[in-house]
């Protein structure tokens, strides 16, 4: 799944290529992408040919697409989806469900196998999408306040990770980031909130920083395409990840095996000597 990292790259490749150009032609080649927008796929046809994209922006993983008069194009990856920029006379990518055919000539195209992700118009959305107004800041942001995040952080008795996935408090951060900042700042995934101090907490706030902007530098290497992205899956095994992914192998602080839990119908990995659980937990 696409994380923030992955999601910047692409809200790039939008600026690069989308921002300034007018839609000029959209094709609709399945309805399920388009489901949030009301009157479906017509509706999205009609209403976005002749707008001209004057901004891409992001908040978490959502993208929006800032339009010539207040609304916006607001886009969600999901699980699998792709923007990419074509040629109009490129063959089909397998899995394709929209294109949008813009004034530069070129094609921007989403491509979705699983299609958890989507598309919409926001009225009024330009500046913040009301459907996403809920989302918190991401730590990448330039408004992010560390400081309020950490109190929030202190004051619930919740798992620091469980926090830490919380999208209402920060945005973007998944599984794999969780894990890999958990790492780095030796704290184990179900300490409660409420037992954290000031210190560790901040310290794990940078170390999400860190990693994400590592990543992001990473996932940047690759973007000298027409290719807009990456669905994220490629990128994470290029990465030097220390925790996510690596039962059974040896830390790469002490040596000791890493270890993998049951959360939330996915897994945690951490390192049981550098990240001690909580009193009580195994
Ligand atoms: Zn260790």
């Not at 500046?127 to 809920?134: D, F, S, V, Y």
């Not at 798992?159 to 900042?181: F, M, P, W």
Request: net charge positive; proline share 6%.
């Amino acid at each position: 799944m696409p994380e923030l990292p992955e999601v910047e790259v692409v809200r790039l490749g939008l600026a690069a290529h989308a921002v300034g150009t007018v839609i000029e032609r959209v094709e609709v080649l399945h309805p399920r992408p388009v489901r949030r927008h009301p009157g479906g796929g017509a509706a999205f046809q009609a209403d976005l040919v002749g707008r001209r994209v004057t901004d891409a922006r992001r908040r978490g993983k959502y993208l929006w697409l800032p339009l010539d008069d207040c609304d916006a194009l607001v886009a969600h990856l999901g699980m699998s989806g792709q923007f990419l920029v074509q040629t109009p006379d490129a063959p089909a990518e397998r899995n394709l469900r929209l294109r949008f055919g813009l004034s530069t000539g070129t094609e921007l195209r989403f491509v979705d196998q699983r299609m958890f992700g989507g598309v919409w118009l926001s009225a009024g959305g330009a500046e913040l999408p009301a459907e996403i107004a809920h989302i918190g800041l991401d730590p990448m942001d330039p408004d992010f306040d560390p400081a309020a995040v950490n109190r929030r952080i202190r004051r619930s008795a919740s798992g620091i990770k469980r926090q830490l996935l919380n999208q209402t408090l920060v945005s973007g951060i998944g599984n794999i980031y969780a894990d890999e900042a958990l790492w780095q700042a030796r704290l184990h995934s179900e300490r409660p909130g409420t037992r954290l101090t000031r210190t560790e907490v901040a310290n794990l706030l940078d170390q999400v920083q860190a990693v994400m902007s590592a990543a992001l530098s990473q996932g940047g290497t690759s973007f000298d395409s027409l290719y807009v992205n990456i669905n994220g899956q490629s990128g994470y095994f290029d990465r030097s990840l220390h925790a996510y992914g690596r039962e059974a192998q040896p830390c790469d602080r002490c040596g000791t095996p890493i270890r993998r839990i049951e959360f939330m119908n996915r897994s945690s990995y951490f390192c049981p000597a550098c990240q001690r659980p909580p009193r009580g937990r195994r």
